[in-house]
C-alpha cells in the first residue's frame, strides 16, 4: 500500500485525549477521503476533501476535524477523543480510472 | 440517498464449493458505478472490480464472476471452487460516476466468508 501511507498504524488513547491521524498519498490527486469502519457497518465516510485547502463533511464527521494544507496529506483529528471513537480509520484516494486506492488503516481504541 | 444491502453477513463453506455473494443497491442516478472489495484478515481493503451502470455484461476473473443486473439492482458476486485463502470479509460499494474515482463510496456491511479445508 506505497501509494497511501497512514501514520500511526496503532494508538490507544484515554477519553478525553487528543491525537491526529496522518495521511500521505504518493501522487497529486485533488480528492482525498476518511472512512472509518467498525464491526457489521461496513464503511463510512467521516469527511473528504475536494483539493488543497477545501473540506467536506460525510456521512458520520461528528467528534473529527479535518485539514488539507498541503495536497500531499490529509489530516483526521480528534480533539476529545471518546470510546465511540473506537474503529479503524482509512484513508483513500482516487485511483486509476475509477476506482479509490486505500491506505493500511489505523487501528485506535479509546478507553 | 444511495445504499448498499449485503444481506448475508457470514457464510462458511468448505473448500472447492462454489459460493455467491448477494448485493444490492438503492440509486437515483442514472449514472453510477459498482464495486467489489476484499478485506483479507490482514486488514488491507483489497480492489476486486468496477462496473458503470451503462455495461451490463457478465464479468469473469479465474475463479471470480459477477451478475449485474439492473433490473433486480443487484450486483452479486460468485466464486467457483472456493479456496482457504477467499476467506476475507467482502464489501460490495457504489458510487455516483459524475466525477468518477472522485465520487464518494457507499459501503454495504460487508459478507464474511469462511472456507474450510
Known amino acids: 500500500n506505497a501509494g497511501v501511507t497512514q501514520t500511526p498504524k496503532f494508538r490507544v488513547l484515554k477519553t478525553g485525549q487528543s491525537m491526529t491521524l496522518l495521511c500521505a498519498q504518493d501522487?497529486?490527486?485533488?480528492?482525498m477521503y476518511w472512512y472509518r469502519q467498525d464491526p457489521g457497518m461496513g464503511l463510512r465516510l467521516i469527511h473528504y476533501?475536494?483539493?488543497?485547502?477545501?473540506?467536506a463533511k460525510g456521512e458520520v464527521p461528528d467528534g473529527y476535524n479535518v485539514s488539507r494544507l498541503k495536497k500531499q496529506n490529509f489530516l483526521l483529528g480528534l480533539e476529545s477523543a471518546a470510546p465511540s471513537q473506537t474503529s479503524v480509520y482509512f484513508c483513500?484516494?482516487?485511483?486509476?480510472?475509477?476506482?479509490?486506492?486505500f491506505g493500511p488503516g489505523t487501528r485506535l481504541t479509546v478507553t | 440517498a444511495q445504499k448498499v444491502t449485503q444481506a448475508q453477513t457470514e457464510i462458511s463453506v468448505v473448500e472447492k464449493e462454489d459460493v455467491t455473494l448477494d448485493c444490492v443497491y438503492e440509486?437515483?442516478?442514472?449514472?453510477?458505478?459498482l464495486f467489489w472489495y476484499k478485506q483479507p484478515p490482514s486488514g488491507e481493503l483489497v480492489f476486486l472490480i468496477r462496473r458503470n451502470s451503462f455495461d451490463e455484461q457478465n464479468e469473469i476473473s479465474g475463479r471470480y464472476s459477477w451478475n449485474f443486473q439492473k433490473s433486480t439492482s443487484s450486483f452479486n458476486f460468485t466464486i467457483t471452487a472456493s479456496q482457504v485463502v477467499d476467506s476475507a470479509v467482502y464489501f460490495c460499494?457504489?458510487?455516483?460516476?459524475?466525477?468518477?474515482?472522485?465520487?464518494?463510496?457507499?459501503f454495504g456491511k460487508g459478507i464474511t466468508l469462511s472456507v474450510r479445508p
Open positions: 476533501s475536494v483539493g488543497e485547502g477545501t473540506t
Open positions: 460499494a457504489l458510487s455516483e460516476a459524475k466525477t468518477g474515482a472522485n465520487s464518494k463510496l457507499t
Open positions: 483513500a484516494r482516487p485511483d486509476f480510472p475509477d476506482e479509490q486506492y
Open positions: 440509486t437515483r442516478d442514472t449514472t453510477y458505478y
Open positions: 501522487m497529486n490527486h485533488e480528492y
